[in-house]
């Protein structure tokens, strides 16, 4: 399965700056997925960024507040802009494993980016 | 709208005992079901998943049962053990690379 390199793995920041995470992939994915886990929340996608075309991104997420880069098929980026306290969560991004059968090999995820906004 | 649900958000087990953890979905249209452990400021861990099409899948201590019938699994974790003591989160895909929806984890506690 891939191996997934995230960061940075935490940051507190000032509100109304923007912060931008990085995860780079040991290996060619085609689509990479950006999730939030808010405080004592589940997962949830905010987008799923393929290389060579817009992000897509899930219901009440917009590319102004989310902007996603994928300039290759190994790296991507999320920036979390003009931030608030409600911003304050652990950021994901994850890779479907190869062949994109999720049986002997999960979705691999990166370590995880904890967000405080104050 | 939850489309899977873990309804049980906490869980406390003896080490050595069975866990038992559950997950109710309501979308008949998943393919893939995933479990996955984690640990506070970690990424989640894939840990075990099953087809739509089977009803057991087994690796080691961990065991997966799906009730299509009932849109619920369960996984099961014998012996429990103090280091499996993590959230657990519940995941469904359709069809293959496409995003996955989880549930709302239920937090395990296996102690001594």
């Known amino acids: 399965s891939a191996v997934i390199s995230q960061k940075p793995s935490r940051d507190i920041c000032q509100r109304g700056t923007s912060l931008t995470i990085q995860c780079q992939v040991d290996?060619?994915?085609?689509?990479m997925f950006w999730y939030r886990q808010q405080p004592g929340q589940s997962l949830t996608l905010i987008a799923t960024?393929?290389?060579?075309?817009?992000?897509?991104?899930e219901s009440g997420f917009v590319i102004d507040k989310f902007p996603i880069s994928r300039p290759n098929l190994t790296f991507s980026t999320l920036t979390v802009s003009n931030m608030s306290p409600e911003d304050s969560s652990i950021y994901l991004c994850?890779?479907?494993?190869?062949?994109?059968?999720?049986?002997?090999?999960?979705?691999?995820f990166g370590s995880g980016t904890r967000l405080t906004v104050v | 709208d939850q489309q899977v649900k873990q309804n049980s958000p906490s869980l406390s087990v003896q080490e050595g005992r069975i866990s038992i953890l559950n997950c109710d979905y309501t979308?008949?249209?998943?393919?893939?079901f995933l479990w996955y452990k984690k640990y506070p400021a970690e990424g989640p861990t894939f840990l075990i998943s099953?087809?739509?099409?089977?009803d057991k899948n087994e690796d080691g201590r961990f065991t997966v049962f799906l009730n299509k019938s009932a849109k619920h699994l369960s996984l099961h974790i014998v012996p429990s053990q103090p280091g499996d003591s993590a959230v657990y989160f519940c995941?469904?895909?359709?069809?293959?690379?496409?995003?996955?929806?989880f549930g709302t984890g239920t937090r395990l506690q296996v102690t001594l």
């Open positions: 994850s890779v479907a494993p190869t062949g994109g059968i999720p049986i002997n090999y999960g979705y691999t």
């Open positions: 290996s060619q994915v085609t689509m």
């Open positions: 960024a393929n290389q060579g075309s817009e992000a897509t991104y």
């Open positions: 979308n008949s249209m998943f393919d893939y």
């Open positions: 099953i087809s739509s099409i089977k």
């Open positions: 995941a469904a895909v359709t069809g293959t690379a496409s995003k996955l929806t």
